[in-house]
């Protein structure tokens, strides 16, 4: 594990209510130092609404917070440096993008052209970045076509993610679980993923 303070990339994955958030949010608190959290959620129900307000109320007030729902790489590039930058979530960050774009091709431009950028953010600042995220493919196929792009885009993302990160972590009924250090996922590089 990285010592406390060091720049790193972390990942952490897992299902809806694994205890993603509030992990990152620990893991943000024990780094020490400013934190900037990155929100991409947006308020389009009352039941979103409602979440939205959860994660704010479970943050620090000293903590600046950006919403940045499609371009958090360049609301990032923008903001004043930070020692650590909790985006939450890349999940929902996927999502605002595909709805954006008509086509499957421009949807799977925009996501990885903001996941590379996201990179290039992290590579030139000199604070670490947690990035949040769900694992959606473990699941039933989707039975439309929207769905299934949204689980391929989602996975493609988070296989790059965690192809940069220095650490990954799988959620588990509040449990984290360190994966990227441990067994073959120590020296795995990760497969290059042609998108089609």
Request: hydrophobic content about 45%.
């Amino acid at each position: 594990m990285r010592e406390v303070g060091k720049k790193a990339l972390i990942l952490i994955l897992g299902g809806v209510r694994g205890g993603k958030s509030a992990f990152a949010q620990t893991l943000a608190a024990e780094h020490g130092g400013s934190v900037t959290f990155v929100a991409t959620a947006e308020a389009r129900d009352e039941e979103m609404r409602l979440r939205i307000e959860d994660h704010r109320r479970a943050r620090p007030a000293s903590w600046r917070t950006i919403e940045a729902p499609l371009n958090p790489a360049a609301a990032l590039a923008e903001a004043p440096p930070a020692e650590v930058t909790v985006l939450d979530c890349l999940t929902l960050l996927v999502s605002n993008l595909l709805l954006r774009d008509e086509s499957p091709e421009a949807a799977q431009q925009a996501v990885d052209g903001e996941v590379e950028a996201l990179l290039r953010v992290f590579e030139a600042g000199s604070g670490s970045l947690i990035i949040v995220s769900n694992e959606v493919g473990m699941g039933v196929v989707p039975p439309y076509e929207l769905g299934r792009l949204y689980r391929d885009l989602l996975g493609w993302a988070n296989q790059r993610i965690a192809q940069s990160a220095s650490e990954v972590y799988w959620m588990l009924a509040g449990l984290p679980i360190e994966v990227k250090a441990s067994g073959l996922a120590r020296n795995w590089k990760g497969y290059h993923v042609e998108n089609q």
